[in-house]
């Protein structure tokens, strides 16, 4: 996709909340020898996470980001003209949950409200309409929920899943303004290698059986069924560290920017051997790296604006160059190049 | 230096060095999974001090002989 660049549109503030039910990947997960255990976690970064209980949707986690959000910016939500959830994990197969989140939340009947399919890309493709709907319609405040709950995707001893995936929600709310620094955004979508990233089963293309639900060692050596999140780790790696990598690299090389122009470079929290091989292909230092996989695991939706949400409390509000990255499902990843300018958060909540 | 990277790869994928070739690939050794790879290039690059690029660590998921080119290609590069 060619850049677009989005005019007098600011992020006001970003909030995130995280169920209280903290996994402990070494104690928790049993069902491997602990010294494959120790080593994994060493690998991903991942010593916990958190995992809803049945009763908690990824709605409910960006619900309580956005009431806290809206609250300490004193901002009416029946001034918001647009509810955008980004997720994998909605509530129902329709309506789409930004509906409901629409009326729960407050939110105007005349508002738009629409969910956005996508996982770990959700929060960059979710800024992206954001910033089309501000820019293009003339809309003036635009409220994106970015957030997922995969545990519920994943089969409880699928090894390849179960020692990364955590749940969050976020919320975060883009005004159009007089003046601001540009945002740049770059989307790319291969479709071709869906299949290394999905959940087979249990849609409209191959609906619910018992043989589809039936829990197997499949070629992999997971243990899942077919309604569960299935990962080609090694496919999955290798698109992270080409494709990503060399749209990166292009998209700093179109700038004429070094790591030297960017103050933060903030990533789909993949896992940490991976982001750590990307920084430092970029030459970012690694007191530039952001991360909150070490607390929350990978988020997917929630992932970017969680590490945000999270670090920012240690951070000056003074304008900050960030390069945000987010890289998953589709197979679709893209590139948000945004001055964050005294923006409003607060300390991630637990609920 | 061969025998010691046959060493290391065995004993993280816990088989025997007896049963890796030049051939070897993750298709016919079921330990050899996509996690299991990641580890031992971790695993690697501390023992060794090096550090493998990300598009190398992709090429060396094909079978042993790529594997240990690479490391040993790396193991010049450092010194």
């Known amino acids: ?15 995130a909340a995280v169920p209280k039910n903290k996994v402990d990947c070494i104690r928790d997960h049993e069902f491997l020898p602990e ?54 994990t909605p509530d129902y197969k329709a309506p789409s949950t930004a509906c409901i989140l629409q009326h729960k939340l ?63 929600g976020t919320a975060t709310l883009l005004e159009a303004v ?23 089963a249990g849609g409209c293309r191959r609906p619910s059986t018992a043989s589809s639900r039936e829990i197997k060692i499949e070629n992999d050596g997971g243990l899942r069924s077919e309604e569960h999140l299935y990962m080609n780790g090694m496919e999955i790696f290798k698109f992270s560290a080409t494709d990503v990598v ?13 790591s030297e122009g960017i103050d933060y470079l903030i990533l789909h ?40 949400v999270h670090n920012f409390g240690r951070m000056d509000a003074k304008k900050t160059r960030c390069l945000l990255s987010g890289f998953g ?5 893209g590139i948000v190049d945004i001055v964050l300018d005294s923006i409003y958060s607060l300390p991630v909540i637990e609920i | 230096m061969e025998e010691k990277i046959k060493e290391l790869f065995a ?39 090096i550090d493998v690029d990300p598009e190398e660590a992709v090429e060396m998921y094909k079978d042993f002989q790529t594997f240990k080119e690479i490391i040993m290609r790396n193991l010049i590069k450092e010194v």
């Not at chain 1, 007089?178 to 087979?200: A, C, H, W």
């Open chain 2, 11 to 49: 004993a993280i994928l816990q088989i025997t060095p007896e049963q890796i070739s030049d051939a070897t690939s993750p298709k016919e050794v079921a330990e050899w999974d996509s996690l299991k790879h990641i580890i031992m290039v971790s695993g690697f690059e501390e023992e060794f001090g």
């Open chain 1, 246 to 258: 060399k749209s990166l690299q292009g998209y700093m090389e179109s700038e004429k920017i070094s």
């Open chain 1, 269 to 308: 929290q993949a896992n940490k051997f991976m982001n750590d091989k990307i920084a430092k292909k970029l030459k970012f230092s690694p007191e530039k790296v952001l991360y909150s996989i070490n607390k929350y695991g990978n988020t997917a939706a929630a992932s970017i604006p969680l590490t945000i």
């Open chain 1, 35 to 88: 010294g494959e255990r120790r080593k994994i976690v060493e690998l991903t970064g991942v010593p916990e996470y958190r995992k809803t209980p049945p009763e908690i949707c990824s709605s409910d986690l960006c619900e309580v980001s956005a009431k806290a959000l809206l609250k300490g910016l004193d901002v009416d939500p029946a001034s918001i003209d647009a509810v955008i959830f980004s997720t994998m």
């Open chain 1, 329 to 333: 499902v589709g197979l679709s990843w």
């Open chain 1, 1 to 15: 996709m060619a850049k677009s660049i989005f005019k007098n549109i600011k992020i006001r503030g970003i909030a």
């Open chain 1, 178 to 200: 007089e003046s601001s620094d540009d945002i740049k955004i770059e989307l790319m979508t291969d479709g071709s290698r869906f299949q290394n990233l999905y959940v087979p």
């Open chain 1, 106 to 168: 407050g939110a105007p009947i005349s508002s738009v409200a629409f969910d956005i399919n996508m996982g770990c890309s959700g929060y960059v493709v979710g800024l992206f309409n954001a910033c089309a709907l501000i820019q293009g319609a003339g809309l003036k405040r635009v409220l994106l929920l970015s957030g997922d709950t995969q545990t519920k995707l994943c089969y409880e001893k699928d090894k390849n899943v179960v020692f990364l995936l955590g749940d969050g």
